[in-house]
């Protein structure tokens, strides 16, 4: 069975930082792309970040470039999101989900992030 | 503002058939498969469909997906309560190298 667990949210205040982490089990991790979606309160999904099963290609979204940074350890199952300068507006719960298609098929169950003073 | 365009809610009588629309440009939906989720609140989102119909096992053949040029369409029939979510389409960007979404639609079944 496909699994994919994120933990790390939390509460944090703005200018602050927070690391994600999404371990994956049930599938030959180090051949799949692996994405980060977040969903903010009352609002869609948005994606955030990918990295490829090398490492080789990494992707962020626009308003998160500069301040996020993606990578991952093949040995381990897992892939990280580093997020930095956290400002309000990042209140989300960030998802981890393996690449299908052009996109994403099995997602986790999310991990809460709470950026406020 | 979405990359992809939602109805924002559409809403059908248990039985019925209801369709969400997806319009996008020729960078996403025009030049990659488009993938459809329905997410309920407080859980994890789940695959549904892809354009060309390939469904994850589990998901019953009353969600279908089709494409025509830049814009993608799911349709749902035989409408149970069960399937009262949000829906979202997506797919990838080439022209922003990022994933997109739509806005989501909220379905509810009367």
């Known amino acids: 069975e496909v699994q994919l667990v994120e933990s790390g949210g939390g509460p944090v205040k703005p200018g602050g930082s927070l690391r994600l982490s999404c371990v994956a089990s049930g599938f030959t991790f180090s051949i799949y792309t692996i994405h980060w979606v977040r969903q903010a309160p009352g609002r869609g999904l948005e994606w955030v970040s990918s990295?490829?099963?090398?490492?080789?290609?990494?992707n962020y979204a626009g308003s998160v470039k500069g301040r996020f940074s993606i990578s991952r350890d093949n040995v381990k199952n897992s892939v990280y999101l580093q997020m930095n300068s956290l400002r309000a507006e990042d209140t989300a719960v960030y998802y981890c989900a393996r690449a299908h298609s052009n996109l994403v098929d099995y997602w986790g169950q999310g991990t809460l992030v709470t950026v406020s003073s | 503002q979405s990359v992809l365009t939602q109805p924002p809610s559409v809403s059908a009588a248990p039985g019925q058939t209801v369709t969400i629309s997806c319009s996008g440009s020729t960078s996403n939906i025009g030049g990659n498969s488009v993938s459809w989720y329905q997410h309920v609140p407080g859980t994890a989102p789940k695959l549904l469909v892809s354009?060309?119909?390939e469904r994850p096992s589990g998901i019953p053949d009353r969600f279908s997906a089709s494409k025509s040029g830049t814009s993608a369409t799911l349709g749902i029939t035989g409408l149970q309560t069960g399937d009262e979510a949000d829906y979202y389409c997506?797919?990838?960007?080439?022209?922003?190298?990022?994933?997109?979404f739509g806005g989501g639609t909220k379905l509810t079944v009367l």
């Open positions: 990295i490829s099963s090398s490492s080789s290609y990494i």
């Open positions: 997506g797919t990838w960007d080439g022209s922003l190298s990022a994933g997109v």
């Open positions: 354009d060309n119909n």
